[in-house]
């Protein structure tokens, strides 16, 4: 038996750039790999939706030996804090799902509280504070409470000033599993969960008012290419909408980042790659970054194809809405 290390899910926060109101998305990826020279990704199949990622991996082992796995699955890491201090894309990342040759994997769960990139869970555990007040609810209390923390004794209180344990701190999640891939066999892994998906709202028309036509930041249009076509095509979507008697006008956009720089960890290129992009509704209009020309494979759905891809860069898709 080979032993190899597998990674699912990369994470980096970034702001949605253009907005009157905006949430911050949180970006996921795939599978990774540490460099194998006998596991070859032969097909990957990415569906980004603002909703809902899914990922199809079809993996071969070329060797002549089973090669034993660790499959894990690291989550976008969260922070403990006051519980006042409410963020929709802040917390545990659930649901997801992973499923090899059809049948569902069951983690073993991994956490751990970090602070300024230390490890800080045995600390805490030295205080006294449970898994459930370090992994779980924030050990601060609501502002007006007679005590600093949460369910912590004075003398657990004095303990976390003397070693100057932060009143936040961060929780690293990993699910983690193995799996035997057979020699000279292909196995199909499944990966599904809901993206952190980042919004922003703005309107661009109000009755009475001038039209504004939306300018997207250099940053917006750096990460997903968002061209003159595509201006256009909202500027088009606009005034339809304003043609078809609508007073106020409002734009909003989803933005969804995806880990995609893991798949060159594999043996060689991505034998068949897709990126196919859903549209939650037909009007949506859509910008990435990507090589090639997208073809409509249903309605709503946008597909990129790449033969023996080495991806370059990591995702960011743009979903639009314009409506009344």
């Known amino acids: 038996m080979k032993h190899f290390l597998w990674t699912i899910l990369g994470c980096i926060i970034s702001l949605s750039a253009y907005a009157n109101d905006s949430i911050a998305r949180i970006g996921a990826g795939g599978i990774i790999f540490l460099k194998s020279e006998d596991i070859r990704l032969v097909q990957e199949i990415l569906e980004i939706s603002p909703s809902n990622i899914t990922v199809h991996y079809r993996f071969l082992n070329e060797s002549d030996k089973d090669i034993r796995a660790t499959l894990a699955f690291p989550m976008p890491p969260y922070l403990i804090r006051n519980p006042q201090e409410e963020d929709s894309n802040n917390g545990p990342l659930r649901p997801f799902s992973t499923t090899v040759n059809g049948i569902a994997v069951k983690a073993t769960l991994i956490r751990k509280a970090t602070a300024d990139g230390s490890d800080i869970t045995d600390k805490l555990r030295k205080v006294g504070l449970t898994d459930e007040q370090i992994f779980e609810t924030s050990a601060l209390c609501p502002e007006g409470s007679q005590s600093e923390y949460c369910g912590v004794t004075p003398q657990q209180q ?3 000033e003397g070693m100057r344990l932060p009143g936040e701190w961060w929780v690293d999640e990993t699910a983690v599993w193995e799996y035997v891939f057979p020699a000279h066999k292909e196995v199909e892994v499944k990966h599904v969960y809901q993206p ?12 009475g008012g001038k039209f504004i036509l939306p300018v997207e930041t250099k940053e917006g249009m750096a990460e997903a290419c968002v061209d003159k076509d595509v201006a256009k095509a909202i500027d088009k979507r606009i005034r339809t909408v304003v043609d078809e008697g609508a007073r106020d006008v409002a734009l909003s956009k989803a933005d969804v980042s995806y880990i995609l720089l893991s798949g060159k960890n594999w043996k060689g290129p991505i034998t068949d790659f897709r990126l196919r992009l859903k549209k939650a509704w037909p009007d949506q209009i859509v910008s990435v970054c990507f ?4 073809r409509r494979v249903e309605d709503g759905v946008l597909e990129f194809a790449q033969k023996d891809f080495v991806p370059q860069d990591d995702l960011v898709v743009y979903f639009y809405t314009v409506s009344k």
């Open 158 to 160: 004095q303990m976390m």
């Open 291 to 294: 090589p090639g020309k997208p």
């Open 196 to 207: 952190r998906t980042g919004t922003s709202y703005s309107k661009p028309y109000q009755a």
